[in-house]
């Protein structure tokens, strides 16, 4: 196998010798919500920001996300705070439209097979987050990312988020033996999504060592001021404080592997 495919995004390079943390809210939902997020996942040692800007919900009643009208407050955080964006995009007219505001593309779940997308984003230079397919074999997965990679786009980073299966106890389950194995046949940076595979926050902290001392490359984790009041997946979302014990506990996992957390800056 090729060497191990170090991402940059922004200043913090996913990939290499330390963990990532990438945390933020699964909405964004106004600049207040946004900002004091920020603030709060980069004091407690997250290196990137994450936030939606458009979300696809399966009721087409439910928050959509706030689209265009959350560029400018981006902007402005991002230069208050100097955390990199990473946000999900759902159709090709997005790439364009969101290419000075966000740092890195994700492409979620039920776009993992959406191969126009995948070719769109194999033209740009800019990272990619792609997650895993509710119910995709680790090959397809992979053989998604090629498409990307084989359009000239090198710097691909694999999610996974959990599958869907018989099991109902929580949202998804979190395919560990997926991440070791991906390890063995992909070059590219793997990091783990606790949040959707779980369902529940107060899984979280115990989903991301796991994925740590399985040898992840980071978290994408959703953190929210007050996640009863989220707009979308409160459930899963840890507060504040949960976030800080959660990165201080993950530091002693990670010590034991001989690694540490990357920072922003």
Known sequence: MEPQVVVQIG??????????????????????QLLTTAQAVKSSGAALLRGGIWKMRTSAAAFQGLGAEAFPLIKKIKEQTGLSLI?????????????????????GARNM???????ELGQQSKPVVLK??????????????????????PNVIL?????RTFETATRNTLDLNGVVYAKTKTNLPIIVDPSHAVGISALVPQISYAAAAA??????????PKPSEALSDGPQALTFDKFNIMMKQLEKVLAAFDKKLNTSV
């Open 11 to 32: 200043k913090v390079k996913i990939g290499g010798p330390n963990f990532t943390v990438i945390a933020g809210p699964c909405s964004i939902e106004s600049e207040q």
């Open 87 to 107: 946000s999900e995009i759902t159709d090709i007219r997005q790439v364009e439209q969101t290419f000075e505001i966000v740092d890195a593309y994700q492409v």
């Open 113 to 119: 097979h959406n191969y126009s997308l995948l070719k």
């Open 132 to 153: 895993r397919g509710f119910s995709a074999y680790v090959d397809e997965w992979i053989k998604a990312a090629d498409y990307i990679t084989m359009g000239g786009n």
């Open 159 to 163: 999610c996974e988020r959990g599958i």
């Open 215 to 224: 040898g992840a490359d980071g978290i994408i984790v959703e953190v929210h």
